[in-house]
């Protein structure tokens, strides 16, 4: 299950406007104990609809520009973009905690393109290792 905060790292979208796309519909969570949760098929519907996935993609696009014509706050930071097959609900997870985790600046998303993922990384050279060791224990 993810929460709120964790769709809004992920998607890299403020909380308005996952509250604004769970009143439209355009989102489906279940509220536990005051707090929303959602499932890895809630999250799935939702990349599905095709202007999440533009917009998704546009956003991942322009922070990559950004940051390699030296227009970004990570300015001295490590670059790392990967496609790889679709990961468990497991695995995003733990990549996903792990980010939470750093203390450095940094920029992660994860977005599905056809039957991949692409996951684009800028952050610490070490972090940056760290996460792709991570990912690399998904194909093992």
């Not at 922070?63 to 227009?71: A, L, P, Q």
């Amino acid at each position: 299950m993810y929460r709120l905060p964790d769709l809004m790292k992920m998607f890299d979208i403020p909380e308005r406007t996952i509250r604004r796309h769970l009143s439209l519909g355009i989102l489906s969570g279940s509220k536990v104990g005051g707090s929303w949760r959602f499932s890895e098929e809630d999250v799935k519907q939702y990349l599905d609809q095709n202007q999440i996935t533009k917009s998704q993609s546009k956003s991942a696009t322009n922070k990559v520009f950004d940051f390699i014509n030296g227009v970004s706050n990570l300015k001295d930071k490590t670059l790392v973009s990967l496609n790889q097959p679709i990961m468990t609900e497991a695995k995003v997870k733990e990549l996903t905690d792990f980010v939470n985790t750093l203390s450095h600046g940094f920029y992660f998303n994860i977005s599905p393109h056809s039957n991949l993922q692409n996951i684009t990384f800028i952050g610490d050279f070490e972090d940056a290792i760290h996460l792709t060791r991570l990912m690399q224990n998904n194909h093992e």
